[in-house]
């Protein structure tokens, strides 16, 4: 019995309350057309765009994977998550990074060592904390957005505006 492929797994990355959808709904788009995996943190903002634009893929054969946080009992999902796309919640008892601790084990750990390679929106302290996970665990990643709303990334990873050379840098990953 020959095995199937494993499908390349995107996580994406990015702003929880902010949608960037002028960049996730592309990006997610196109990442279902590859037949990938999509990984998200299973929220709003960027998750939610990319997650609703990757589904509205006909005949995607990928799914979306969201990484959910719990709440402090480790029992009940936090209001709002997963949000209504996400095909497969992946539970996490681990939380969601504060910025206080940049050694903090979070949920961001799930996201970053479970994804293949990781494109990278604008966001908060969170997604930072991401972006500095991929560059210590040796992740392929890619910031994708204005390069001002990078401003206060000292990580270094190649900032890209176009969803052209993004999906090269992910096909090549």
Known sequence: MAL???RKIVGVIGSHSE???EYA???GVWIAQR???L???GGGGVMLSVSRAFCSVAGREGLVLGVVPMDG???VVKEGYPNE???VAILSPLGTFTGEDPDQVSRNHINVMTSDVLVILPGAVGTLNEANLAVKFSKPAVLFGPPEC?????VELPRRQNLEVVAKFVDCA
């Not at 990078?150 to 000292?154: D, L």
């Open 19 to 21: 949608p960037w959808e």
């Open 150 to 154: 990078f401003a206060g990334f000292q």
């Open 39 to 41: 990984l998200t943190g």
């Open 25 to 27: 709904a592309p990006l």
């Open 4 to 6: 199937m492929p494993r």
């Open 73 to 75: 009992a480790g029992d």
């Open 35 to 37: 037949g990938f995996h």
């Open 85 to 87: 796309y996400v095909d």
